[in-house]
Every structure is written in structure tokens, then in C-alpha cells.
């Protein structure tokens, strides 16, 4: 046998025979596991104040309730006003005029006896809507009833009798007809009785 065949015959029999070459063992599959987080504990701080800045919380708090309390209340209030500065100039009656003429005088008499006087002497010549017209026959007169002053207490006085705004209109009319002797006379006691009380005397 040739030395050769020998050698490889002798190395075929101590070559181990690899069987699993070229095979890979299968890894076994492990699931995977979720992950879940963790709770991390909270850590409770507590609210601390001190007590001066309790004091200021409440004082405010007070001031805001206070302030509440105060604040104005809308309310309707009626307010009663002199018929002459108030309500519907609607016209008035000749007939109620004259049936409250003496009542009027007698009103104003309390207030100033010297207009009184004079409304007796004067006369009611006409009404126009809700003026009441009168004349008297000195100049004098006629000034001291139209004083701005004197017209509007005779215009409001007069409004509250009638329950309605007027107007007075006075009028300087001399008289034509003359009058019967007792009228005269009245009128002159009347007007010594006058004078002599703010200590005149008739010339």
C-alpha cells in the first residue's frame, strides 16, 4: 500500500465527525413584560399662614361685605311740586274762578294783608286759557300784584283752589261809571282803615 493512501486512511479515522456544523440552535422567545410606571409618592406640603396674613384676609373680605352693604338702593320717590310749575296747562273756568275768588283772598290775607286790599278793589275782567285776567285802577297796584314775588304766591295759591296751573295778567283801567255813595265810602274806609295801620293818612 503506498504511504500516502496510508496517511490519509489514518487521518480519515481521527477526524471526529461534525454533525451540527452549519445548524443554529433556536433561541427560545421570551415575552417581553409591559412596563408600567411607577407611581412616585407625592409628598403633601402643607399651606401654612401665618396668622398676620390670616388678620389681613379677613379685613378684606369685611371690606368687600361692607362695601355691599353700602352701595345705594335705586328708589322712586315722588316729589310734589305747586300746581303752577306742574302738570297740563288746560284752560279753567270763568264759573270756578269766581266761586273761589273770596277763598283766594282769603289765603293770600294770612300771607301779606296789604295784597289784600288790593284784590278787593280789583276786578276779574276776563280769562284767557288758564290766564286770569283782572284790572285795578291805579299804577301802583298793578306794580305790586305783577312784583315777580307777588304773582307767583297769587298764581299759586290760586292754582291749588282751581287744581290747575294759572297765569295773572293785571291791567290798569281807570273807571268810567262811578259808583253809588256807600260803594265810595267803603272803599275810602277801607283805604283810611290801611293807611292809618301803617301810620299814613290819605291825602
Known amino acids: 500500500m503506498p504511504m500516502e493512501m496510508v496517511v490519509v486512511e489514518w487521518c480519515g479515522d ?49 371690606t368687600e361685605e361692607t362695601t355691599e352693604d353700602r352701595k345705594p338702593t335705586t ?15 288746560q284752560p279753567i273756568d270763568e264759573k270756578a274762578v269766581k266761586t273761589h275768588w ?32 283782572m284790572s285795578v285802577e291805579y299804577t301802583f297796584h298793578r306794580d305790586k300784584l305783577m312784583n315777580p314775588e307777588t304773582k307767583r304766591k297769587l298764581e299759586i295759591a290760586f292754582g291749588q283752589l282751581l287744581g290747575s296751573a294759572i297765569a295773572i295778567d293785571v291791567e290798569v283801567e281807570k273807571s268810567t261809571q262811578g259808583g253809588s255813595d256807600s260803594e265810595q265810602n267803603a272803599a275810602n274806609n277801607e283805604l283810611t282803615d290801611l293807611t292809618a295801620a301803617f301810620g299814613g293818612q290819605v291825602v
Open 75 to 89: 328708589t322712586e320717590e315722588t316729589v310734589v311740586r305747586p300746581p303752577s310749575s306742574v302738570g297740563e296747562v
Open 14 to 62: 481521527k477526524v471526529p465527525e461534525v454533525s451540527n456544523v452549519g445548524k443554529v440552535s433556536k433561541v427560545a422567545e421570551v415575552p417581553a413584560k409591559p412596563l408600567q410606571a411607577e407611581p412616585k409618592p407625592v409628598q403633601k406640603t402643607e399651606h401654612t399662614t401665618s396668622p398676620e396674613t390670616e388678620m389681613a384676609e379677613m379685613d378684606s373680605i369685611q
Open 102 to 133: 273770596n277763598a283766594w283772598i282769603k289765603m293770600i290775607e294770612a300771607d301779606s294783608p296789604t295784597m289784600v286790599f288790593i284784590l278787593k278793589m280789583a276786578t276779574l275782567k276776563e280769562i284767557v286759557g288758564n290766564t286770569i285776567a
